[in-house]
């Protein structure tokens, strides 16, 4: 398996400019996680969603982000309009429910600059 | 509600030195545990996991053991190497594979 892909790998912006980051997860995998990682905050969980279906969005800075899953294969975080203090990497990671206590597994990340 | 806590870094060795991360937890109910390696420009790896009390993980020459009386799950490896420089996030899980992360400890391993 390829693993959790993520696209694109690096993407810088001007503030106001609307972001779309996608995710696909490991094949059969039934949950996907969108993460935020800062210097300053650490590694925060922003959404995630079961067989497709948002379960907890509680992590979701505002109302400039949202997240969609419109099949098992594929998911988009989306900031509209972008800001300077969204510039981070953020992660998608998937995992298989019953596996090994619920083991996540990574994708490599999207660097995103907003300038 | 669930949390972890790791020792506060950086942590600087001389390679083949001794390594410990602490990693403590509250959890309610019964939690599987994880330890999660992060090297430059890369995504999380899980190097090790441990779903009930008393056993213990390990993978790459690391170990750690869950001890339930003591809320504990440390990170240990014998003699460490250069190319073990990372951040280690300890983390566990309790239910639906929602993950709590510990914040992070960057270990630098010097020649």
């Known amino acids: 398996d390829a693993g959790v892909i993520q696209s694109p790998r690096h993407e810088v912006t001007e503030m106001g400019q609307e972001v779309t980051l996608r995710c696909k997860p490991i094949?059969?995998?039934?949950?996907l996680f969108w993460y935020r990682q800062t210097m300053m905050r650490g590694l925060e969980l922003l959404i995630y969603?079961?067989?497709?279906?948002?379960?907890?969005d509680s992590g979701m800075p505002e109302d400039r982000f949202s997240a969609k899953m419109p099949n098992a294969s594929f998911s988009t975080l989306k900031i509209q309009p972008s800001e300077p203090r969204d510039s981070a990497v953020y992660f998608c990671?998937?995992?298989?429910?019953?596996?090994?206590?619920?083991?996540?597994?990574f994708g490599p990340g999207t660097r995103l600059t907003v300038t | 509600g669930n949390s972890v806590t790791q020792m506060e870094g950086p942590v600087t060795l001389s390679e083949e030195a001794f390594l410990t991360i602490n990693c403590t937890y509250t959890?309610?109910?019964?939690?599987?545990l994880f330890w999660y390696v992060q090297y430059p420009g890369e995504g999380l790896q899980l190097l090790l996991k441990?779903?009930?009390?008393?056993d213990k993980g390990s993978n790459k020459g690391f170990e750690a053991t869950y001890r339930k009386e003591t809320t504990s799950f440390h990170l240990e490896k014998g003699s460490v190497q250069v190319s073990d420089s990372a951040v280690y996030f300890c983390?566990?899980?309790?239910?639906?594979?929602?993950?709590?992360f510990g914040q992070g400890t960057i270990l630098t391993v010097h020649p």
């Open positions: 990671a998937s995992s298989l429910l019953g596996q090994g206590g619920y083991e996540q597994y």
């Open positions: 094949s059969g995998h039934d949950y």
């Open positions: 969603f079961n067989n497709n279906v948002p379960i907890d």
């Open positions: 959890a309610t109910g019964y939690p599987s």
């Open positions: 441990a779903t009930k009390a008393d």
């Open positions: 983390a566990l899980s309790t239910s639906y594979g929602k993950l709590t």
